[in-house]
């Protein structure tokens, strides 16, 4: 495992990118285009306040890397649409995602969901977060068959997004009355929210056995942190959600650590109020599991794992060449519709920015994991 630079992204400076026009399937206006040959616009707003993105819409190459136990050792060159970004508003303007996202959801135009359409890799991937905040993104693995399960929950009548149902919370060895909730599991979230009424009987239970006083830390935005004591840090309790058929997920540090001057001085249970009644797992609470995101059985799975030993799940090998007719080429028509599954949406378009710019100030594939990695066998 290596640490590479990040940079920005600049479709002129690719050899492999291509214009997507406006009339192009995957983009929002079709047929309606004012000038088909326009570059497909496209528009994001996030949850986050006033935050969003806009720009157009390219197609470029990704290059997959097969994984240790992947016989053939063959690498692939999977052409995926990506949304480049002139204008940015909010978080991105203060740092955020400096190299951009890369989109993972249940939507038809995301990496996932080309790979798995074009055939090179089972409708799958993995997420893998150590405590040396390395990690690993695996394209096509189904997980191991000691991993705990628990199936993904549709939102308002469609399966748009990854939530579970969470049948109980427990802090240490005490399980919470009244503690189900539907619950989120999103890796481009850093840290965990609970909604109202769970979060207030987990921090007062957590209170109670942490058993020392609360204090504030300047700039953090967690509501029970407390400092050490002479004696140093006192007994954590664990964290732990309950699913059904007795499966359950382990926190076994929830803590956030804070250090001063002289080294770490205090902690903070490292979860927030969610607005609304869903809750949401974020990169923290991940963190010592490979996380498994089984779009086609539609569950989720976790076992515990230090990201490095990942020979023994259930890959697929990758299939360098897809189904389609040409490695280079994006998912047919026929693949995007393909029976039992919904066709490509459309990306979310808007106004195409006034002042366009030849280098993607954000670029929806880069990413923040150190090894990128497609698995595979």
Known sequence: MQDRDLNEYNPSGSSTSKTLPCSHQLCEPGPDCPNPKQQCPYTVNYYSEDTSTSGFLVEDVLHLVPGPSDVSNKSVRAPIIVGCGSKQTGGYLSGVAPDGLLGLGLGEISVPSFLAKAGYIRNSFSLCFNEDDSGRLLFGDQGIASQQTTPFLPLDGKNVT????????????????????????????????????????????????????????????????????????????SFTLKFAKSNSFVVSNPVFVIYGAQGAVGFCLAVQLADGDIGTIGQNFMTGYQIIFDRENFKLGWSRSNCKDLNNGDRAPLNPSGTSNSPNSLPTAEQQSAPNSPAVGPAVAGQTPSKSSSTCLSCLVKFFLLLLVAHIS
């Not at 504030?216 to 954590?236: A, L, R």
């Open 162 to 237: 990854y939530i579970v149902g969470v049948d109980a919370c427990c802090v240490g060895s005490s399980c919470l009355d009244n503690t189900n909730f539907q619950l989120l599991v999103d890796s481009g979230s850093s840290f965990t929210f609970l909604p109202d009424q769970i979060y207030g009987k987990v921090v007062d239970e957590f209170d109670r056995q942490v058993n020392t006083s609360k204090s504030s830390f300047e700039g953090y935005p967690w509501e029970y942190c407390y400092k050490f004591s002479s004696n140093g840090m006192p007994t954590i309790p």
